[in-house]
């Protein structure tokens, strides 16, 4: 007979997992409490990467089901959450996702389902890096500049600068300053190269 596991994931501890669990429930599936597994790690962290999931991968066996609430609590990559059912399915393990209509992914119904996902995710993924990059272009167009704001205006590096070849010490620059020495050392370092 199949035993019945669930994967229950929120990402921040301020979340709870009560209403994974009881839309399981409602479901019809009825799992014993040591094969619910519940874990708070974000949905960005490989599933092979999570200490709860791999804990349960080891105790399950061919023929098990493991039922999800959504996809998203396998994990948030479509690349990831398909390996992952497709490795669960080598194994002859069965995925059911409520929100998919309690689909079993590893069926050729969900296989299908899973391929869609998966074309849909990668063209949103693609989506977005394409407006990242615009909106990057067009700030830098603009004039913004990224990264770490300096420390030092123009005004404090050449009196640093000053300092130091006037026989000051970096330390004493960086104490003058009320900066770092690994500031000033930029500072000369960036003269020099």
Do not use: W
């Not at 990402?11 to 709870?16: A, C, F, K, L, R």
């Not at 272009?137 to 123009?154: E, H, N, W, Y």
């Amino acid at each position: 007979m199949s035993r019945v596991f669930a994967y229950c994931r929120v990402s921040t501890s301020d979340q709870v997992m009560t209403n994974q669990r009881q839309e399981i429930e409602a479901a019809g599936f009825r799992i014993e409490r040591h094969r619910v597994i519940e874990e708070c790690v974000s949905g960005s962290v490989l599933a092979g990467k999570r200490p709860g999931f791999m804990r349960m991968v080891d105790r399950l066996e061919p023929g098990d089901v493991l039922v999800v609430t959504k996809l998203d609590r396998l994990g948030r990559n479509a690349m990831d959450v398909r390996g992952t059912v497709e490795r669960l399915a080598d194994s002859q393990v069965r995925v059911h996702c409520l929100a998919l209509g309690g689909v079993d992914l590893t069926s050729p119904a969900g296989k299908m389902t899973m391929q869609v996902i998966a074309a849909v995710a990668e063209f949103e993924r693609d989506l977005l890096i394409e407006r990242t990059k615009a909106g990057i272009s067009r700030a830098r167009s603009q004039g913004k500049r990224f990264g770490r704001p300096l420390s030092l205006s123009q005004d404090q590096r050449a009196q640093a600068l000053g300092r130091l070849a006037s026989g000051a010490t970096v330390s004493q620059v960086a104490r003058e300053l009320a900066t770092s020495r690994q500031t000033i050392m930029r500072v000369r370092n960036a003269l020099t190269s």
